[in-house]
Nanobody
């Protein structure tokens, strides 16, 4: 059975960096899924897309709000997907969810809280 587990939770200060790791069990990030991705949901707001990477690692996608600051990557050997977050801002505060896209459904982690505060 496919399961996704995010690292965290974490509390960091503005301008600092943080790496979130999604550990996947029951499937391969290269052969089982079309994409791996990260979403987030801030308090009182809807869940939004953050970043994604294709199964081959050849294509990455980012929301405009994080482009240039966040980097998504996959480690085939460890079967993990990582979101490297730099120059964090208070508005990055949210629950972050790992996502694995496949047929006939998507798989989600339970979410992890990231708080950016001085």
């Amino acid at each position: 059975q496919v399961q996704l587990q995010e690292s965290g939770p974490d509390l960091v200060k503005p301008s600092q960096m943080l790496s979130l790791t999604c550990t996947v069990s029951g499937g391969s990030i290269t052969t089982s899924f079309y994409n791996m991705g990260w979403f987030r949901q801030a308090p009182g707001k809807e869940r939004v897309f953050v970043a994604a990477i294709s199964h081959s690692g050849g294509s990455t996608y980012y929301a405009d709000s994080v482009k240039g600051r966040f980097t998504i990557s996959g480690d085939n050997a460890k079967n993990t997907a990582t979101l490297q977050m730099n120059s964090l801002k208070p508005e990055d505060t949210a629950v972050y969810y790992c996502n694995a896209r496949t047929l006939p459904r998507d798989f989600w982690g339970q979410g992890t809280q990231v708080t950016v505060s001085s």
